[in-house]
């Protein structure tokens, strides 16, 4: 889909989702505020957003593949896949702290650590595979600018595919390890079986959305480069998460991982 937006437009949608961003208070969806908002148009705010805060410090640590699950396709009113940025203050590695984040909600993935760069288009499947370095148990927890969720394909587009942040597993497994398609994971909030789902669901499987995403960033001028990080899409369907919940994935060969959402610090 071509633009439809002036680059005025596409500017004033970036500062909305920033403003909700620095105030806290998520903004109606674009797609209402800018009539003909286009996918391409979504991804030129996206980046507009990544250029503002790579000029301001921030590191690309990686990247995401978004909607790739029926089920999450299904919770969301959406139909293709997307892809957003991941950045270095996005990795947690202790508690979460809740009142960082204005809605947030926890999938469960198969995590890939690239050992070597992959640059599209006309990257394959066994390419990709070769690209990966290792697999790890990943929470992402995705968030939403946009109030309550009303998101179309061009909304969370624009909204950096709503990333939020990263929590890692510790346990690196290679590919030859582990069958991306048969494995299985249980999603647990506060103890109890929220959801279950297996790697096939990512398009098939997981490193089908990795060739997606060289394919679809590489026409842009992006490489996805050796070290980084990339979440392929989610096993299950997103479960919601507030200050007090403890979110576990358990998956099969690759551990389990662990979100402990802690308070704002106005709370504490």
Do not use: C
């Not at 204005?102 to 650590?113: A, C, D, H, K, Q």
């Not at 109890?192 to 669901?201: L, M, S």
């Not at 403890?246 to 662990?258: P, S, Y």
């Amino acid at each position: 889909m071509s633009p439809q937006l002036s680059p005025g437009d596409r500017a004033g949608a970036a500062r909305l989702l920033a403003k909700a961003a620095e105030s806290g208070t998520p903004i109606p969806p674009l797609t209402r505020t800018f009539p003909g908002l286009s996918v391409e148009d979504a991804y030129d705010v996206q980046l507009r957003q990544v250029a503002e805060w790579t000029a301001a410090g921030r590191v690309v640590k990686g990247h995401k593949v978004g909607l790739t699950s029926a089920a999450i396709q299904r919770q969301l009113g959406v139909d293709s896949p997307d892809y957003g940025h991941l950045f270095a203050d996005m990795f947690h590695t202790g508690p979460v702290p809740a009142g960082s984040y204005l809605s947030p909600r926890v999938e469960p993935e198969i995590g890939f650590v690239l050992r070597k760069p992959l640059t599209g288009p006309g990257v394959t499947v066994a390419e990709a595979l070769d690209a990966v370095g290792y697999a790890l148990a990943a929470l992402e927890i995705i968030d939403s600018r946009i109030e309550d969720w009303k998101i179309t394909l061009p909304d969370t587009i624009a909204d950096n595919a709503s990333s939020g942040g990263v929590v890692l597993g510790s346990t690196p497994l290679p590919l030859d390890r582990i069958d991306l398609r048969t494995t299985g994971v249980v999603l647990y909030r506060n103890g109890r079986i929220v959801q279950t789902g297996a790697g096939a669901a990512v398009l098939g499987s997981p490193v089908n959305a990795l060739a997606w995403l060289a394919n679809t960033v590489g026409p842009l001028g992006i490489t996805l480069e050796a070290g980084s990080v990339v979440l392929p899409g989610a096993l299950t369907a997103a479960v919601d998460a507030a200050a007090g919940d403890t979110v576990t994935a358990t998956f099969a060969h690759l551990g389990n991982v662990t979100a402990t959402f802690a308070g704002s610090p106005e709370e504490n």
